[in-house]
């Protein structure tokens, strides 16, 4: 498999489980304040990339950069992921999953008007991609009109955190170890999420016992996993077409609806769907075999794939 095959292929298994976490943080959010249970599910997370990293160190799979140069980027990334993450849980407790689920994809737009503003040209396919991926998320998430609520201003905040970490992700993981970033990221948003709960709210981490399977799956799944292999992932990938792919998440989200929730999907549900995985191969059309920016190649940077298959069981 080709190292870009391989990242896109990372990034979809990493939506595949964001968009099942968004059950599990509607369901953790009934028990828990949003910075207590952020601050949960990102400690596990750390915790459960600890093995990986002694397991692909040994193994030799990752480039031995000194830890203090990931410190810096990882804490950059960490406030970033911070920030989008305390808004999209904070937005998810007052708004429908449809609504969050769109203005959380609202980021397939925002990255590619980023890359144009740095002085990128993203082809004409790729803006086609972007508004056949968006028309299908609409179909697919928003079924009874739109409205911008107070839950939904907050995605929309995250949404435009996210944009700013999808593309601070695609810099610095070409740079430094790409499983150390990860590590470091969700160290700093697990402190910055443990102080604010304990200063702001009146009985932090209360409801943990309740919520401590939505939290498993954040932290394992979504945190431990899901982020790691969008760090890894990115390494290889364009920001404006990693967008796309992760934009994935609605169409697992809904997945998950169906599979756990026992939600059925309409006729327009499925042409969403269907959008959405055209927009994604349009993209492709035209794009550079090699659109890799100056700094360490991928294949330095990212174990093979077995390397990374250890990281399923943590």
């Known amino acids: 498999m080709s190292r870009t095959a391989r990242s896109y292929l990372l990034l979809t298994i990493a939506a595949a489980i964001w968009g ?19 601050a949960a599910r990102f400690v596990l997370g750390a915790l459960s990339l600890l093995p990986v990293m002694v397991l692909l160190g040994r193994r030799g799979g990752t480039r031995p950069h000194p830890w203090r140069g990931v410190l810096l980027p990882g804490f950059v990334v960490g406030v970033i992921l911070f920030a989008g993450s305390t808004f999209q849980q904070l937005g998810v407790e007052r708004t429908t999953a449809g609504n969050a689920g769109f203005v959380t994809g609202l980021y397939i737009v925002t990255v590619p008007l980023v890359g144009l503003l740095q002085g990128h040209r993203p082809s004409r396919w790729l803006w086609l991609g972007v508004v056949a991926a968006m028309s299908g998320l609409y179909l697919l998430t928003v079924t009874d009109g739109f ?36 590590f470091v990221q969700f160290v700093v948003c697990a402190a910055l999420s443990t102080i604010v709960a ?17 939290i498993a799956y954040g932290g394992i799944m979504s945190v431990g996993v899901g982020f790691t292999l969008q ?17 994935l998440e ?33 993209a492709q059309i035209g794009a550079p075999p090699h659109a890799m920016e100056p700094g360490l190649a991928v294949d330095e940077l990212v174990p093979p794939t077995s390397d990374l298959r250890p990281a399923d069981g943590t």
């Open 250 to 282: 609605a169409f697992f989200a809904a997945l998950g609806g169906a599979l756990l929730l026992g939600e059925t999907m309409t006729l327009r549900g499925y042409v969403g769907c269907a959008l959405m995985l055209a927009g994604i191969l349009l």
């Open 198 to 214: 304990v200063t702001t709210q009146p009985h932090p981490f209360a409801g943990m016992v309740q919520a401590a399977l939505p």
């Open 231 to 247: 760090v890894v992932g990115q390494a290889g990938a364009r920001a404006s077409v990693a967008a796309l792919i992760m934009s």
């Open 20 to 38: 099942l976490a968004f059950v599990a943080q509607r369901a953790g959010a009934e028990f828990v304040d949003a910075f207590s249970f952020n």
């Open 147 to 182: 409205s911008m609520g107070a839950g939904d201003a907050l995605v929309l905040v995250g949404s435009v955190c996210w944009t700013a970490h999808i593309l601070s992700i695609e810099y610095f993981s070409r740079r430094v170890d790409p499983l150390r970033l990860a």
